[in-house]
């Protein structure tokens, strides 16, 4: 079974996180499949950056998230759009609204 599953990167005490899809029986930080996106848990609020295009791919194909992947989606509102486009609504439209949603995001972001 496939996942998308966070991936630990950085040093000690500095976590930071890819957001990759990866074989459900692979270490945490050992093999993937694709990164599709990144977690920065250190900065206020956490910036989230994710390929919407390839999650919607690995969704659509039957990719399972973790837990910690699905609260992140919520937090996008990810699921939402997911939703959509699986209602038959345009990928290109969800896209460029998820862009803004990121682009907001990134505008509130200061580090600790």
Known sequence: MVRIRLRRVGSAHQP??????????????GRFIEIIGSYNPRTEPGSIELNEERVYYWLNVGAQPSESVQKLFKIVKLDDRFERFKAGEDQQVLIEEASKVYQARATKIAAK
């Open 16 to 29: 930071h996180y890819r957001v990759v899809v990866a074989d459900k029986e692979s270490p945490r930080d």
